[in-house]
C-alpha cells in the first residue's frame, strides 16, 4: 500500500515510469468504439472510480478496506488496497461520508435521486405500506393495490403513444432484460421464428445482466463475460462532435446514419431484425443529445421494415430533460418503453416496461393459447415499492417538477458551458438536467489525453476534495444532479467545477512539461 501510495502521490507518468516494461500503451477510455486490452496495472490509471489515491481527507476511519463485497464496477485493487468512500446520511442535494464531510451529490446517486435523499413524503409511503402489505406478489391473477394504481398511473402519464399494459421489473436492467424476452414472444406468436436479432448503437448503456449488457454498447460491458449475445448488433453512436465527416452538418450526419441502418438490415435481413432500442439522450455512454432529424429519419427505417423500437427512458423520464419523458421532447413513438431510477426517485428498486396495443394483444393471444404468461419475478410489483413510485409520481404532479426542471436547468446548462474555452475540454454537451464534459487536448475528439495520466480521474477525484461528487468514465465526467437543486446551490455546484477544472488544467501543465 506504502508504494501505491508513493506511486500515486508522486504523479501518474512517475509512477508508469517507475513500472517500465510492465505498463503497456492501450487505446483512451474516452473512445470506447473500441475494444480496450489493459495491462493489469495500467487499468489502474484509466479507472472509471472517481478516486485514484486514497484520500484520507474523505475517508479518516480506517475499517472497511478489504471489505467483504463484490463491489459493482469497481476493480478488485479498489477494495483490496483503499479505504471506500462510504456514505452515511443524505440531506436535500447532499450526501455525508462516515466522517461527516458533506457532498454536494451531482449524480443523484446513479442517475435516480430526483427528489433529493430526505423526502418526508416517500419516507412515509414506505412505512405506511410496511405496516399494512410489506409484501404479496403479482402471479396467477393475484396482486396488490398499489400495483394496479401505479400500472394505472404509469399508462396515463406516457403521452407520446398510447402504451396498453404495465409490466413491473426491480431495475432497468430487468426491464431492458424483459424486452428481449417479450419481442422474441411476440415474433413466436407471429409466425416469424427468424425474427430475433437486435439492434443497438454504440456507446449506449441498457443494463449489465447478460442480455441487456449485450445490448449495452460499451466494450468493458463485454469483456471476459463472453458478450454480446450473438442475437445483438450494434450500429452507430449520433455523437455528432466526435463522429461527423468535416463539413458534415447535423441533418447530413443523421441521414449518414439512418442509411448506415438500413444497409445494416438489408445485409442481415430484414426478415431477422426484431427491434431496435435506444435512449433518448445517451447516458452512461457520455451523455449524448441526438443530432437534429435523426429519430426522425431512424424511426422511417424501423416503420419500412416492420421492426419494433424499444425507448430506454431509465435516465431520461419522468422529467430528466424537461419533459416528463425523452420520447416527447424527441418525439419518438416507441412500441414499447423501459423506466425505472426516478420513477421511484431511487427510495426503493423498481423499473417498469411500457407495452402498446399491438404488442400487448398478441402477447395476450399467445397466452390464453399456452394456458398462461410465463414470465415474471418474486418482486414484480412490489407493494412497498409500487406506492413509493405512486407518492413520487403524485409529488411530481403536485410541484410541478417539469416546470422546476425547465427553470432551472438554463442556468445549470450556461453555467457549465461557460467553461468550454478550457484547453483540456474537447465538448460540453447536455440537455435539462444532464450534462457532460469530455476532455482532450487541442479541443479535438481525435487528441485524447494519453490514457495513463487519468486526467478524468483526477477531475473526478478533485470534485471530491473540493465536497462535489461526479461520475467518471475515462476521460469523460457526467453530472445529473437531483431535481429540487436551488439556484444558489446551481451556483455552488459551478464553483465547483470550477476549482477541479483549474486544479485539473494545473495538472495537465506539470505532465506536459514532464514530456518535454
Avoid at 344 to 351: A, Q
Avoid at 357 to 376: A, E, M, R
Amino acid at each position: 500500500m506504502a508504494k501505491i501510495t508513493s506511486l500515486i502521490g508522486s504523479g501518474i507518468v512517475a509512477a508508469t515510469n517507475q513500472i517500465g516494461s510492465h505498463v503497456k500503451h492501450v487505446p483512451a477510455v474516452s473512445n470506447l468504439q473500441k475494444q480496450i486490452a489493459c495491462d493489469p496495472i495500467q487499468v489502474r490509471w484509466i479507472s472509471t472510480e472517481p478516486s485514484l489515491k486514497n484520500d484520507t481527507t474523505a475517508t479518516e476511519f480506517k475499517g472497511y478496506k478489504g471489505h467483504d463485497m463484490l463491489a459493482p464496477f469497481t476493480a478488485g485493487w479498489h477494495t483490496t488496497e483503499l479505504e471506500p468512500l462510504v456514505i452515511q446520511k443524505s440531506e436535500g442535494s447532499y450526501v455525508y461520508d462516515i466522517n461527516g464531510k458533506k457532498y454536494l451529490d451531482a449524480l443523484a446517486g446513479l442517475w435516480c435521486t430526483s427528489l433529493g435523499g430526505n423526502e418526508p413524503r416517500l419516507v412515509a409511503a414506505a412505512t405506511k405500506q410496511l405496516n399494512e402489505l410489506p409484501f404479496y406478489h403479482s402471479f396467477w391473477n393475484r396482486t396488490t393495490k398499489p400495483s394496479l394504481d401505479l400500472a394505472k398511473e404509469l399508462l396515463d402519464l406516457f403521452t407520446a403513444k398510447k402504451m396498453a399494459k404495465a409490466f413491473f421489473t426491480n431495475s432497468g436492467s430487468e426491464a431492458n432484460d424483459t424486452q428481449v424476452k417479450l419481442v422474441w414472444y411476440y415474433n413466436n406468436a407471429l409466425g416469424r421464428p427468424d425474427k430475433k436479432k437486435f439492434i443497438a448503437r454504440t456507446k449506449s448503456y441498457h443494463g449489465s445482466t447478460l442480455i441487456s449488457a449485450s445490448l449495452s454498447g460499451l466494450p468493458a460491458l463485454h469483456q471476459k463475460f463472453d458478450l454480446p449475445a450473438p442475437f445483438v448488433l450494434h450500429t452507430d453512436c449520433p455523437h455528432y462532435w466526435r463522429f461527423h465527416l468535416p463539413d458534415e452538418t447535423e441533418e447530413e450526419f443523421a441521414t449518414r446514419l439512418a442509411n448506415n441502418l438500413e444497409n445494416l438490415i438489408l445485409k442481415e435481413g430484414p426478415e431477422t431484425i426484431a427491434a431496435f432500442i435506444a435512449e433518448p439522450v445517451m447516458g452512461a455512454g457520455g451523455v449524448i443529445p441526438p443530432p437534429a432529424t435523426y429519430f426522425e429519419k431512424i424511426q422511417a427505417v424501423l416503420k419500412k421494415y416492420d421492426i419494433l423500437l424499444i425507448a430506454d427512458e431509465v435516465i431520461c423520464g419522468f422529467g430528466r430533460l424537461g419533459t416528463m419523458f425523452g420520447c416527447e421532447k424527441y418525439n419518438i413513438k416507441p412500441d414499447l418503453v423501459s423506466v425505472a431510477k426516478a420513477l421511484s426517485s431511487g427510495y426503493m428498486p423498481i423499473g417498469a416496461v411500457l407495452v402498446s396495443p399491438k404488442v400487448t394483444d398478441v402477447i395476450y393471444s399467445q397466452s390464453n393459447k399456452l394456458g398462461t404468461f410465463s414470465h415474471g419475478f418474486t418482486y414484480s410489483g412490489h407493494p412497498v415499492s409500487c406506492a413509493v413510485a405512486l407518492e413520487t409520481l403524485k409529488i411530481y404532479k403536485e410541484r410541478n417538477i417539469i416546470e422546476q426542471v425547465n427553470r432551472i436547468s438554463p442556468k445549470f446548462q450556461e453555467g457549465l458551458k461557460a467553461f468550454s474555452d478550457s484547453p483540456i475540454i474537447g465538448e460540453i454537451r447536455g440537455t435539462g438536467l444532464l450534462h457532460g464534459t469530455e476532455f482532450t487536448d487541442n479541443k479535438s475528439p481525435n487528441d485524447p489525453f494519453p490514457p495513463e495520466w487519468g486526467i478524468g480521474a483526477y477531475f473526478g477525484a478533485q470534485c471530491e476534495k473540493h465536497g462535489m461528487l461526479v461520475r467518471v468514465a475515462g476521460d469523460n465526467i457526467m453530472m445529473s444532479p437531483p431535481y429540487i437543486l436551488s439556484l444558489e446551490e446551481i451556483d455552488e455546484l459551478i464553483i465547483k467545477y470550477g476549482k477541479a477544472l483549474k486544479d485539473t488544467e494545473k495538472r495537465v501543465e506539470e505532465l506536459k512539461a514532464q514530456q518535454k
